[in-house]
C-alpha cells in the first residue's frame, strides 16, 4: 500500500513538472521570422474601422473630450535575431486624422518612437514605452490648437495574434485602452481651438488600433512572422 502510494505521489509530481513546463513553453510570448535579422513593416490592418486609431484626450474630471481619430498607422521595425522580446518601431505615420469628426488634424511624430515588448500580448497587457529625441514631443496640431505628448513614459495595452498560415504569416498588433499620463499631455490654444479648455490637467487614452506588421527581408521580400 505504501509502495503504491509512493509511486502515486512520484507520477503527480512528474505530470506536475511536465504541465509547469508546457505552461512556461507556451508562455514564451516573442516576436518571430524566418528572415534574420528581419524588418517588420507596419500597415493598415484592412480598410475598416478595424485599422483606425483612436486617441482621446480628456480632463481630470471628465467633464470634456476630445477625441482623434486616424485612419491608419504606418511605420518599420527590426529585429536582429529571432525569437525577439521587443521591437522599436519607428518613422512612424499617421494618416487622414480627424479632431471631433473634423478633418485637417496633423500627427507630427517629430522622431519619437514606439518599442514594444512581447510579454503578455495574448491578453493585451503587453507594454509600450515612447521615447522622443531630446526637446522634441508628438505634437498634433489641429483647427489653431497644438497638443503635445511628451516621451519618457510606458503603458500597458498592446496585444498580439497571428494571421495566415505559413509561411506568409503576419502579426496584428492591437491597442487597447493604453493610458497616457496627464502629465505628459500639454495644449496650446485657446478652449474653442482645442475644443477642451488647455489649462486644465488633461489625461490621454489610445482606445483602439490596430495595426499589420509583416515581416520582410532588407531587399523587401516577404517572410514568415508570427507571434507565440
Known amino acids: ?24 513553453a507556451h508562455a514564451a510570448d516573442e516576436f518571430n521570422c524566418s528572415a534574420t535579422p528581419c524588418r517588420g513593416t ?7 474601422k478595424t485599422a483606425h486609431h483612436v486617441f482621446i484626450v480628456e480632463n481630470t474630471a471628465k467633464t470634456e473630450s476630445v477625441s482623434f ?10 529585429i536582429a535575431t529571432s525569437p525577439a522580446t521587443q521591437v522599436t518601431a519607428e518613422n512612424l505615420n499617421y494618416a487622414n486624422c480627424t479632431a471631433n469628426g473634423s478633418s485637417g488634424v496633423v500627427v507630427d511624430m517629430n522622431g519619437c518612437t514606439y518599442s514594444f515588448k512581447a510579454l503578455n500580448g495574448t491578453t493585451d497587457g503587453a507594454e509600450v514605452t ?29 496585444g ?33 481651438q482645442c475644443l477642451i479648455n488647455p489649462e486644465q490637467a488633461l489625461l490621454g487614452t489610445y482606445t483602439t488600433g490596430n495595426t499589420l506588421v509583416t515581416g520582410e527581408t532588407a531587399g523587401g521580400e516577404m517572410k514568415d512572422a508570427w507571434y507565440a
Open 1 to 24: 500500500m505504501i509502495r503504491n502510494l509512493k509511486v502515486l505521489l512520484a507520477a503527480a509530481l512528474a505530470l506536475t513538472a511536465l504541465g509547469a513546463i508546457a505552461a512556461s
Open 42 to 48: 507596419l500597415k493598415p490592418d484592412g480598410t475598416g
Open 69 to 78: 481619430t486616424c485612419e491608419t498607422l504606418s511605420g518599420e521595425g527590426s
Open 130 to 158: 515612447v521615447a522622443c529625441p531630446t526637446g522634441k514631443q508628438i505634437e498634433i496640431t489641429y483647427n489653431g490648437c497644438v497638443m503635445d505628448v511628451k516621451g519618457g513614459f510606458s503603458a500597458t495595452g498592446i
Open 160 to 192: 498580439y495574434s497571428t494571421v495566415g498560415v505559413s509561411p506568409n504569416r503576419e502579426i496584428t498588433a492591437t491597442t487597447s485602452n493604453v493610458v497616457i499620463p496627464e502629465a505628459q499631455i500639454k495644449a496650446t490654444g485657446t478652449k474653442a
